[in-house]
Every structure is written in C-alpha cells, then in structure tokens.
C-alpha cells in the first residue's frame, strides 16, 4: 500500500518570503501522480499542483513549484512570494497510475504567513 | 458548474441516530469518494466507487455503508451514529487523469 508522509506539522514564514514544505512518499509504482492540495480556513479544498511521474521536469504554477526526487520518493511544494492568502493547511497526496487507483492523503502541514 | 456538492454541511445527531450524506457531481466523473478529516489525521478513505453500481471499502470503512445507483451521486450512511464519528466528511470526485474535485465538506457532530 502507499503512503504519504508529511513530517512537519506546522511551519510559519514571513511575507514576500520563501518557504518549503516537504513531503515523502512510498510506492512500488514506477508511474503514478502526486498532488498538492491547499485547505484554508473556509474549508475547500483547492489543487495547488500536480506532478506526473514520468515528467523529469517539475511541474510550476506561478508562486507555486515542486521538488520532485524520484528516486528519492521526495515531493517537496516551494512557495515563493509567501502572501497572506497563503496561509492554510497543504496536503501531499498521491494516486497510482492504475484506473482504480485511490487517493492517498498525507497528514497535512499547517502553514501561516505573518504579515 | 456547481462541481461536486454535499449536504447537509452540517449536521449534529445523537448516539444511536442514523443519517444519509449526499454527494452530488455534475461533471460525469466515474470515480467518487467518500473521506473523513480529523485533528492530525489528515484525510482517511473512507469507501469509494469506480463506476455507477459498484463500490469499495478504503481505510476506514466501519461504521459506514455507501451506495451509487446513479453515477452522479454517491451516498455515506451511517447506520448507527457513534461519537468517534464526529469528524468533518468530505466527498470527491475525479477525471480519469487523477485530478480530484472535492465538495464543500460536512461537519458532524455526534453526541
């Protein structure tokens, strides 16, 4: 079975900064797809950014990016510019390549951003 | 679009009680899923339906049963409600390329 790990439970950044949050995973899979998922206090929950396995390069949307270490299983989101708007919950999630894969969540990291 | 929507989106039953969550998608999605988030837990798989008609169990199935007679809706019952069921319930639906969509949540308190 995979699984996800988000190993820091919280982390804090100043505006306009950079930040990272990690995220290891464990699969037998050579294809498969990760995700992000952002969830602010309202709740929703938002993809941030996907990632496709067998796509060398890592994937960007706009402040967002990813670390993506295959061999490592690493998965790692960098937020640049940290505004406040930033501030939530993020998900690491990962999906099989298999038609009737599920989607396994990580424990999730709480993310603020001080003005 | 209304996307994926739940209801209720909140709901406080008493021990013993039953209830029916309602997922409804409008997207055609083929895979719907049902999840539970709690404090420190992150989001657990709860059951989940490859296809109108067919269903599975995920992580944490006790407890609860689920139904999909119509491909846009995906039913959580809770048979016998159970404190350690209090917890924020979220459904999801998703494309064949992975991308997940995900309802609003239902807040549930059992007491």
Known sequence: AQTVTQSQPEMSVQEAETVTLSCTYDTSENNYYLFWYKQPPSRQMILVIRQEAYKQQNATENRFSVNFQKAAKSFSLKISDSQLGDTAMYFCAFRGSGANSKLTFGKGITLSVRP | ?111
């Open chain 2, 1 to 111: 679009n209304a996307g994926v929507t739940q209801t209720p989106k909140f709901r406080v039953l008493k021990t013993g009680q039953s209830m029916t969550l309602l997922c409804a998608q409008d997207m055609n999605h083929e895979y719907m899923y049902w999840y539970r988030q709690d404090p420190g837990m992150g989001l657990r798989l709860i059951h989940y339906s490859v296809g109108e008609g067919t269903t599975a169990k995920g992580e944490v199935p006790d407890g609860y049963n689920v139904s999909r007679l119509k491909k846009q809706n995906f039913l959580l019952g809770l048979e016998s409600a159970a404190p350690s069921q209090t917890s924020v319930y979220f459904c999801a639906s998703r494309t064949g390329r992975g991308e997940a969509f995900f309802g609003q949540g239902t807040r549930l308190t059992v007491v």
